[in-house]
């Protein structure tokens, strides 16, 4: 097991609450920032693309390619707008206000106090700041001590809130965008694996790799056989590393829990959002957040006790 005992005082319910607000706060800067850097990263390579006439001619050919004009020049303008832009990174530059670019000082900046202090108003030009921001802090912190409670003062504790942060920070990511980043699934997938074979967590390698490689497996099926049948995708790839993550955390014992629970609460948004709120019904609704949820919530309770919940 992994040796804990120097941070012993930390592995708590109310330390960890305090903790998860101030990593709340980062992750409300991964969830707007990751996006544009990896949005960015990828105009960047179709600038590439646009300008390297080789590859275009072996791929469309050379007719194609003349329907197409001047590629190169089109690849030349797009790079030269993206490096136009101010870089942006996780940690640089800093946070300012979207309206008046007003930058952000620390004392506006402490998890959940400052937006009350500052009534949700940038304190320059008044701009109402949206109450996502104090929210996901406040849900950070509430799972991290959640997380304490239910495993106590392990290396346990310590994996599972590693987890929920990126948890946290892929639903929100999957929600805004429809995108599920290979730069948090993967790692997830990874920190289960490792964890189950270092005995840091209550799985066993054995358990945490088929969770990992069954909890891939049953998504991608399910979205092949639904795109033979209705000819469209039916399901993106970053769900089923997500869910493969989930699966090597928890074991393969915990996949038909939170596929159930996440499909429970996804089929209820779903219908809300629809009756409620107008969504057309080809608009796709993400189902990360949903997986992200059912798997929180048998992490926290155990996959036999959710199973009873649900009477199966």
Known sequence: MMDVSALQWLIAPLPLL?????IGSFLNVVIHRMPLM???GWLGDIADFLQDRKTLDRVLGTKALGRLGDTSAQGKRLADELAQLTPIGLSKPRSRCPHCGHQITWYENIPLLSWLWLKGRCSRCKAPISVRYPLIELLTGLLFAAVAWRFGGGSATVVYCIATAIMVAAAFIDLDTTLLPDNLTLPLIAL??????????PVSLPDAALGAVFGYLSLWSVSTIYGLIKGQVGMAEGDFKLLAGLGALLGW???????????????AIGIYLIVAKGHQREVPIPFGPYLAGGGMVVMLMGHQAVMRLINI
């Open 253 to 267: 014992q915990a996949l038909l829990p939170i596929i159930l629970m996440s499909s429970v609460v996804g089929a």
């Open 192 to 201: 289960g694996l490792i964890a189950a074979w270092l005995n840091w967590i």
């Open 38 to 40: 990896l949005e960015r």
């Open 18 to 22: 305090v903790l998860g607000l101030l």
